[in-house]
């Protein structure tokens, strides 16, 4: 075996030490590294916000003491009164948002983001936790989510840019108002409503007993969009516990989307109860101790008549307006009238007639001799009679169908009736009810007393048949626009909350 020469040796030496000494050298390296917690677990994760499943969470930054993130839901449902808060890692579920850094969010449709603010009470250079949710959905209040789970690094001040500010979309509330709720409007049907388009809101009274007050001379609420323009709104009737209004929304509602907007609160005492449609809230003639006095119903609707006024009518022959109708008129003692005479009637422009539109009315049946008309302004159409036989018509071009039988038992004649008509692709088509509802409530009622006539007019009209002296009355008139395939957006109301 042969020896180890001495330069053999003498180098495997130098070798080693060389790269002993740099192994030393990186050692006490790492060492001091460790030490300053650079390998520490919570120093290899930057900002993060991870999202549960159901919901959107990203872009988030740490500064200063601030947390931002772009946060949203996409559970399928929707959801409104949105507060979002950050619950620190170690502390219990929570069962509100109340004591938690927070932020509004106002409404959150399902598949919408927000980018959203927190400011935190440490400015630690790390910090963990979970951003919760405490919203309204559908007929439940006050639920709360896990929405995601944040790891946050750098919560100190830098030079870096200033983080989004939060995104409120909360209103601009109208001046006066205290507290206020919102209120999703939802157009489920594949088209859009028209624009403008009148909607019935019913509120559940025991839902607001602590916020809302009516009574027919006074009323402390009102309706109003995001960016607190008031809307004009229109109470119908205040009945077993539901108070029905109608809403004319100027820009109508998308198809297959929804829109909010809210109603307002005033203290109990004050009286927003208004005639002029653009401030408060106005009501059905008769529901006030003076008649009309607060009768907004020519700035919600299409066309209008209460009875306060005969404006927009034109009266042929012995035709015209009435302070002392039949009793049991709905709409109080004013009404329209015409002579069961030739060439008595009343017309009026039925604006929006060019697009599907309803019209409804109560009417005294008289010795069954009702008719309403669609025809030009010299007298010609297409009309369609409430009963009877025989005609003398206005004009030579009229067509009509009656109906084959009176809707009731009894006599159809000295009886107050509930008529709609709904004006849909050029085709009228009129329902009756004997039951003195809610307007809207009579269509579909009574399918086989219906008729069926072509559009083919601008006008509106009623008219006393050429059968006798008897007088024909008509007793609140609307006209509205027709929702999509006859179906009412559906409307949700949230919870309550302070204006501040």
């Known amino acids: ?49 991870i999202a549960n499943s159901g919901f959107l969470c990203g872009t988030p930054i740490a500064h200063g003491t601030t947390f931002t993130a772009s946060i949203g839901q996409a559970t399928g449902a929707q959801w409104t009164n949105v507060v979002l808060c950050f619950v620190p890692n170690g502390a219990p579920a929570p069962s509100s948002c109340s004591g938690y850094p927070s932020v509004t969010a106002g409404n959150l449709q399902s598949g919408e983001s927000g980018t959203f603010s927190f400011t935190l009470s440490s400015s630690s250079p790390t910090a963990s936790g979970y951003i919760w949710a405490q919203y309204d959905e559908a007929t439940y209040t006050g639920l709360m989510s896990e929405v995601a789970t944040v790891t946050m690094k750098g919560l ?62 006074s009323a402390n609420f009102e309706f109003f969009s995001s960016s607190g323009s008031v809307i004009p709104a229109w109470i119908e009737s205040n009945s077993s516990g539901t108070l029905t209004a109608w809403l004319n929304i100027a820009g109508g509602i998308p198809a297959s989307n929804s829109i909010t907007v809210y109603l307002g609160f005033a203290p109990k005492s004050t009286n927003l109860l208004s005639s002029s449609g653009t401030s408060g809230i106005g009501e059905a003639p008769q529901l006030s101790s003076t008649y009309a006095q607060y009768d907004d119903g020519a700035s919600v609707f299409l066309n209008y008549y209460s009875g306060a006024s005969s404006s927009g009518w034109t009266i042929a022959g012995t035709a015209g307006q009435t302070t002392s109708a039949p009793s049991g008129a709905p709409f109080g003692t004013n009404a329209l009238y015409a002579l069961n005479s030739i060439a008595n009637y009343l017309y009026t422009v039925a604006n929006g007639q060019s697009t599907n539109m309803i019209i409804e009315y109560y009417t005294y049946i008289n010795r069954l001799n009702d008719v309403f008309f669609l ?28 109906w084959s039988g009176p809707p009731d038992s009894g006599s159809w004649s000295g009886e107050w009736v509930l008529v709609g008509i709904t004006v849909v692709d050029g085709s009228a088509t009129q329902y009756l009810s004997t039951t003195l509802g809610d307007y809207g409530s009579e269509l579909g009622q009574n399918p086989s007393n219906t008729y069926t006539v072509s559009n083919n007019g601008n006008y509106f009209g009623l008219i006393g048949d050429a059968d006798g002296s008897s007088y024909e009355y008509w007793n609140g008139v609307i006209i509205r626009a027709y929702p999509p395939n006859g179906v009412m957006p559906s409307v949700t109301f949230g919870s309550a909350a302070a204006s501040s």
């Not at 070798?15 to 740099?22: C, H, K």
């Not at 979309?169 to 009148?198: D, E, K, L, M, R």
């Not at 159409?381 to 009963?387: E, I, K, L, V, W």
């Open 375 to 402: 025809e030009n302004s010299g007298g010609s159409g297409q009309m369609a009679r409430q009963g009877g036989t025989g005609w003398y018509g206005l004009a030579a071009t009229q067509s009509w169908t009656e």
């Open 1 to 49: 075996m042969p020896e180890i020469t001495q330069p053999k040796a003498q180098s495997a030496m130098e070798y080693l030490m060389t790269y002993g000494w740099a192994i030393l050298i990186i050692a006490i390296v790492l060492a001091a590294l460790f030490s300053l917690g650079i390998f520490s677990s919570g120093s290899l994760i930057g900002t993060t916000c």
């Open 156 to 217: 100190t001040p830098s030079s870096s840019s200033t983080p989004t500010s939060s995104t409120s979309t909360g209103p601009t509330i109208p001046s006066g108002i205290a507290y206020y709720a919102n209120v999703v409007i939802t157009n489920s049907q594949s088209s859009a409503t028209p624009a403008p388009f009148q909607q019935e809101v019913q509120i559940p009274e025991s839902d607001y007993s602590n916020y809302i007050s009516y009574n027919g001379v």
